[in-house]
């Protein structure tokens, strides 16, 4: 597997990542969890040292997942996780929360549950309107000064909140969704990562599964699968959007490779310092994904996707409402 550093930082890590939400939150129901723990080793066996989670997945049982799987590779990875979301007593999230002293005794619990004495990557899972952000880098900064955190990150932050932040305590990384059919990130965010040195981990390189031509517009989700809520896959908006899934595999027959492949080479292809976390279920996924890695994808191909893609259209947007409300542009 080759290898990626984050910006400007000392933090390497695999090229491709692996986002592990989907194992027991967001896509239907949980996977057996000897069955999960055995595909996350199985990535860290083909060369995966990266590995994203979060508070709020599942609530908390994301991060016992995680951390009890890399429990024998501590030393080889890189966790990722989330800060930013209050919790009510029966432990369900009820909205945002990073004032400082909840950022602290929140970190307590994450650190608990992976295991480890020190988190790699600490995002602020989303912006909190509430809470000026150079009081959340202060409050991730003493974090790491007493060896609880080793680098920060920021989750769905614009471009002020990017540049407020890095005056008090340096970005290591920022998390968006960027791929194929969500491309704003081109406008505003790549240009302000570049400037500061900052990496740049896309969740959803798939598109939320949609860019694996494995989904159409008869395709029915599960009652939990929070694909349901968003409008880019209502059945009228997945038929019209086919048009960028029959590109990609218009590129992928003449690459003998993949969809999938072809739409995560193309995002390594933007930047060396994107790093990609696709997440999946399965082990013949991951091993396509990581697959995409050794596909070569020469000036001439990029041209050709980018003509092609300039003229498609995708119809629907990437979040409900209310989601939506907490993205901070």
């Known amino acids: 597997m080759q290898k990626r550093t984050l910006g400007n930082s000392n933090l390497e890590v695999s090229a491709i990542g692996y986002g592990c939400m989907g194992l027991n939150?967001?896509?239907?129901?949980?996977?057996?969890?000897?069955?999960?723990?055995?595909?996350?080793?199985?990535?860290?066996?083909r060369g995966v040292t990266f590995f994203d989670t979060a508070q709020v997945y599942g609530p908390f049982t994301n991060e016992e997942l995680v951390g009890e799987a890399l429990a024998p590779f501590r030393e080889q990875v890189v966790?990722?996780?989330?800060?930013?979301?209050?919790?009510?007593?029966?432990?369900?999230?009820?909205?945002?929360?990073?004032?400082?002293?909840?950022?602290?005794?929140?970190?307590?619990?994450?650190?608990r549950r992976l295991g480890v004495e020190a988190i790699d990557l600490y995002y602020q899972h989303r912006v909190d309107p509430d809470v000026p952000i150079e009081e959340v880098a202060g409050a991730v900064k003493e974090l790491i000064q007493e060896g609880k955190v080793k680098h920060f990150g920021l989750s769905e932050a614009g471009v002020q909140t990017i540049r407020r932040a890095y005056t008090v305590q340096p970005v290591t990384a920022v998390q968006s969704e960027y791929s194929l059919w969500w491309r704003e990130p081109e406008e505003e965010i790549l240009p302000i990562l570049e400037e500061f040195g900052i990496g740049f981990v896309p969740f959803s390189p798939l598109g939320k599964g949609f860019l694996t031509g494995k989904i159409d517009d008869t395709t029915t989700f599960d009652s939990s699968d929070f694909r349901n809520t968003v409008p880019r896959f209502t059945p009228e908006n997945r038929k019209a959007?086919?048009?960028?899934?029959?590109?990609?595999?218009?590129?992928?027959?003449?690459?003998?490779?993949?969809?999938?492949q072809i739409a995560i080479a193309w995002l390594l292809a933007q930047k060396p310092w994107i790093v990609p976390i696709p997440g999946t279920t399965k082990l013949s996924r991951l091993e396509e994904n990581l697959g995409a890695v050794d596909v070569e994808?020469?000036?001439d191909d990029l041209r050709e996707i980018e003509g092609?893609?300039?003229?498609?259209?995708?119809?629907?947007?990437?979040?409900?409402e209310s989601s939506q409300r907490m993205i901070d542009r």
Not at 25 to 45: C, H, K, M, N, W
Not at 241 to 260: F, G, H, S
């Open 25 to 45: 939150f967001g896509y239907g129901p949980a996977a057996d969890t000897q069955e999960a723990i055995s595909l996350i080793r199985s990535a860290v066996e």
């Open 79 to 111: 966790i990722a996780t989330k800060f930013g979301f209050e919790f009510d007593s029966d432990g369900q999230p009820r909205g945002l929360n990073s004032r400082p002293e909840y950022i602290k005794q929140m970190t307590e619990g994450s650190l």
């Open 241 to 260: 959007n086919r048009d960028l899934v029959d590109l990609l595999a218009r590129i992928a027959a003449k690459k003998q490779a993949t969809p999938a």
């Open 297 to 299: 994808l020469t000036p």
């Open 308 to 320: 092609a893609a300039s003229k498609i259209t995708v119809q629907g947007a990437r979040y409900s």
